[in-house]
């Protein structure tokens, strides 16, 4: 039974950098929205299919700028534990836009900061990026997202494979 101010989503997300890697990762989200923003928590489980199973847990949260969120600033604190991996990373965009381009459909880009903790090599990474995409609903309760996204912005001149990816989000409203 839906709870009033929640909505659960069920997502299959898939990450594919040009370099060959990639991360595939499946679960549910439980979000609360007001005018003002939303908070969200989502667990689910997480693969490269190559080295590395992982559990995921989500923390996220929007500030919208306007009244009808076409503008706000993002956070989202991913933690994923592995065998091999155990890691915290923050990712947080100051500003984030969100177009609606008609009925079913909206453009998005987020400018961000990513710093991620690897709790079993004792590293810490820094990095900016940004992706850009479209959000398609196909039914009422199912939408669809591909974007593309270039990773380490610091290092602007090296446009190899290792930064860039193509990502798709298919997700099923509860």
Known sequence: MP?????GTTSLNTYQNLDGTNLTIGGVEEKAKSQRGSAAAFLGIGT??????MAVLDFKGTLNYDKNGIFNQNLRVRNTVGIK???TQIRYSPLSVNI??????SLYANPHYVGKY???TDKWTNSAGVFAGVTQKISPKTSLSLEV??????DIKDNSGKNWG???IISWNL
Do not use: M
């Open 100 to 105: 609606p381009a008609g009925k079913n459909t």
């Open 48 to 53: 490269d299919f190559n080295k590395e199973a």
């Open 166 to 168: 193509v990502n798709a």
């Open 149 to 154: 996204q270039r990773y380490n912005l610091q």
């Open 118 to 120: 690897n709790y079993k």
């Open 85 to 87: 991996s155990c890691t």
């Open 3 to 7: 709870v009033p101010g929640l909505q």
